[in-house]
């Protein structure tokens, strides 16, 4: 099995080793389940791809997990793992089903979630029907209750008015509430007492209150995300608890850790009370190892591109630092990469800016009625997968074209657990693709290359030059099982000269779960212009957030010296409708300047004599693991060694046909060494291609560095 030299840096290790340790990170995927994990004691990292179980990823996490234990024997320190239940709740996944909740909220507002905002996803179609909202029209409930927006108390809460309510509750069998009443976001009084009630009346209900869990303006988004988190809490507990469970028999009490959505872990208390923090749990892993690489190799600006076998992600890393948005829609439509607006349910939370395609190893070709070639965005999976894995699949898929153009190797795929058929992947592309369009098999699948190549440069186009970026400037770290294989097309139609494959790409998502730090975030209402903003009362503000931020960390075992803490401000011109989140600077610096410099980026245009108003106070709070440390690889010569050099073929390639093309076994590849394209480049978890024109040399990390020739 292939490996990478990587030692880590004793965290939650007293320096004395018994017994091999190791910490694992499982990234489940549409199609592959990744595991990676690292050996403190001997510095290697051991890699298990399994495939996915979609119906129960649990299983599939599970599997790999026993491969791992039963290959590698020794104590498990922990175990970090990516969600997908959250997404997969709101998309209809079969045998995850929504719990029975109720809504509680003031008097007149009962019809928020179902009026919304006026966002129309299909404009021009007059039958478009909004996604249902998630609670019926029966189960929300107002009550007599008012503040005002500065959390005076206009009319008290009605409290028997409660306690009867408590009563339909039962009788409806309802298991989660949400509470969200006007302004609480200021004043939480009403909020936490009708929570008291409930309680008192329905212990065994969950309720949840809009005041803990998005305390900011704008009451549809704050209650359509406490809605959303209190349906995802009995699913997502159980869920965690289960595979907690199943985890303990196989690594004692390892425990385990979870990804968020902004690309920080938190505990498995933690995610079950906030669960809407881990919607897009998955996505996040990669770009965060992708900002641990461009720490440690000094590159300002990465483009971050995952391919694996169902979807292609985008997202960017400047300066090591993640790009973020603070808002996103679960079991919603995206159309080229964008989220579409209006076509699912707003959660408000900090999430890594990614942009998803329909573009992975697995997307399905086919031809439409037009007999037009298409590509996705349905795909295979990893049951029955692409019909080159021989499991029933009958579908041709970017796979199967990549193998009939001879870019795979029958033998190599996943360290050779799956037997590669070129026969089938010939079979599925000519019968469904080549012969109605008239075309050969090699043509066809050229086509299909080429097509998804296109879908996935939206992708990087939406992250960069659609967030006033030149895709030129930045250097692309290409990973997932198909990222290596198709990142220098990429590169190519968008200008980009420098591509780094790290050392194993095919699991770099489970990596970054192991590179990650502890995250939480904290958000408090202000709404008042800058200028009449008392320091005093923004620094007591930041002060409050920051003391629980610290104790909360406390108690998941961080000293105070390994938690960092992070000010930001949401601002915006007074007036404006969204706000641009911004860094409070040090004393050199003013943030109305920082602010304007920000709006002139993003929109091309500033109003440096407009007021500005501050939004809300935003707190990031950091609990510092300790890092793999990347063990440099023996040095060699420019000219790689014999033993490297596994075989010569041809490969097909768009722009020049059938060409000779040498295949290196990178195992075998030393610091230094280089070499020109064509060629390939086989590994465990991945298939690196090298198109004419570009060269690859080594470094002493272990990555391998495309260039492109002028």
């Not at 305390?215 to 209650?223: A, D, F, L, N």
Request: charge should be negative; aromatic fraction near 6%; hydrophobic fraction near 40%.
């Amino acid at each position: 099995m292939g490996t990478a030299h990587v030692m880590l840096s004793g965290f939650g290790s007293n320096g004395s080793h018994s017994m091999t340790r190791y910490r694992i990170g499982i990234d489940v995927g549409g199609t592959f389940t990744d595991l990676a994990a690292f050996d403190e004691e001997s510095g290697q990292t051991h890699l298990i791809k399994t495939l996915s179980t979609p119906n129960d990823p649990s299983q599939g996490v599970i599997e790999a997990a026993r491969q791992f234990m039963s290959m590698h024997p020794g104590e498990v320190e922990s175990v970090v793992h990516a969600s997908t239940v959250g997404t997969n709740l709101f998309l209809g996944q079969v045998g995850l089903d929504l719990p029975r909740g109720a809504l509680i909220t003031t008097k007149g507002f009962r019809d928020v979630l179902e009026i919304g905002r006026q966002n129309r996803p299909q404009i021009y179609n007059p039958f478009f029907q909004r996604p249902p909202p998630l609670i019926d029209s029966h189960l929300r409930y107002d009550v007599d209750e008012r503040m005002d927006y500065s959390g005076n108390v206009l009319k008290a809460l009605d409290e028997e008015a409660i306690r009867k309510l408590s009563c339909e509750l039962q009788r409806q069998g309802v298991e989660v509430v949400a509470v969200g009443f006007l302004h609480s976001y200021v004043n939480p009084e009403h909020e936490i007492r009708t929570r008291d009630i409930l309680l008192q009346e329905l212990p065994e209900v969950i309720v949840v209150l809009s005041c803990e869990v998005d305390p900011e303006h704008r009451e549809y988004e704050r209650i359509s995300t406490t809605v959303v988190n209190s349906l995802m809490i009995p699913v997502v507990s159980r869920y965690l608890n289960n595979l907690s469970l199943k985890l303990a028999e196989l690594a004692a009490s390892a425990p385990l850790y979870i990804m968020q959505s902004n690309g920080g872990l938190s505990t498995v208390e933690v995610a079950s009370k906030l669960p809407v923090a881990t919607v897009e749990s998955g996505p996040a892993t990669g770009v965060t190892a992708a900002a641990r690489w461009s720490e440690m190799l000094s590159i300002d600006k990465m483009l971050s591109f995952d391919m694996g076998g169902t979807t292609a992600k985008a997202g960017v890393v400047m300066d090591g630092i993640l790009q973020m948005v603070n808002e996103c829609e679960v079991g919603g439509t995206v159309h080229g990469g964008r989220s579409v607006k209006g076509s699912g349910y707003p959660v408000r939370y900090p999430f890594v800016d990614l942009a998803e395609v329909s573009g992975g190893g697995g997307t399905i070709a086919w031809v439409d009625e037009g007999n037009a070639l298409m590509v996705g965005p349905i795909s295979a999976g990893a049951d029955p997968g692409p019909a080159c894995y021989g499991r029933g699949g009958t579908n041709p898929t970017v796979t199967d074209a990549s193998l009939v153009l001879n870019r795979l190797s029958p033998g190599i795929f996943s360290n050779g657990a799956i037997k590669l058929s070129p026969e089938l992947a010939a079979k599925a592309v000519k019968e469904k693709i080549a012969d109605p369009l008239g075309l050969s098999a090699v043509e066809a699948a050229a086509g299909i290359i080429e097509i998804v190549n296109h879908h996935m440069m939206r992708a990087l186009r939406l992250v960069s030059i659609e967030r006033g970026q030149d895709p030129r400037e930045f250097t692309m770290l290409a990973f997932g099982g198909s990222g290596p294989m198709h990142g220098a097309f990429l590169a190519e139609g968008l200008g980009i000269r420098r591509i780094i494959i790290p050392p194993n790409p095919g699991v770099f998502s489970a990596l970054g779960l192991i590179m990650a730090d502890f995250r939480h975030d904290s958000f408090r209402s202000i709404m008042q212009e800058l200028d009449r903003v008392n320091p005093a009362f923004l620094e007591n503000v930041y002060m409050e957030m920051e003391t629980a931020s610290i104790e909360t960390f406390r108690q998941e075992g961080f000293p105070s010296d390994r938690v960092t803490l992070e000010r930001n401000l949401a601002m915006r011109y007074l007036g404006q409708s969204y706000e641009l989140m911004i860094p409070v600077p040090s004393e050199e610096e003013r943030v109305d300047e920082l602010f304007h410099k920000r709006h002139q980026e993003i929109y091309g245009y500033s109003g440096k004599d407009e007021p500005i108003e501050i939004v809300s106070a935003h707190l990031v709070a950091r609990g510092r693991t300790a890092k793999p440390v990347i063990k440099q690889l023996p040095p060699g010569k420019v000219v790689a060694p014999v033993e490297a050099l596994m075989s010569e073929k041809e490969v097909y390639f768009n722009q020049t046909g059938w060409v000779p093309t040498l295949v290196y076994c990178r195992d075998e590849l030393l610091a230094d060494n280089q070499f020109d394209g064509p060629a390939i480049i086989e590994q465990y978890d991945a298939t690196c291609v090298i198109p004419p024109a570009w060269s690859v040399k080594i470094d002493t990390l272990g990555n391998l560095n495309l260039t492109r020739a002028a």
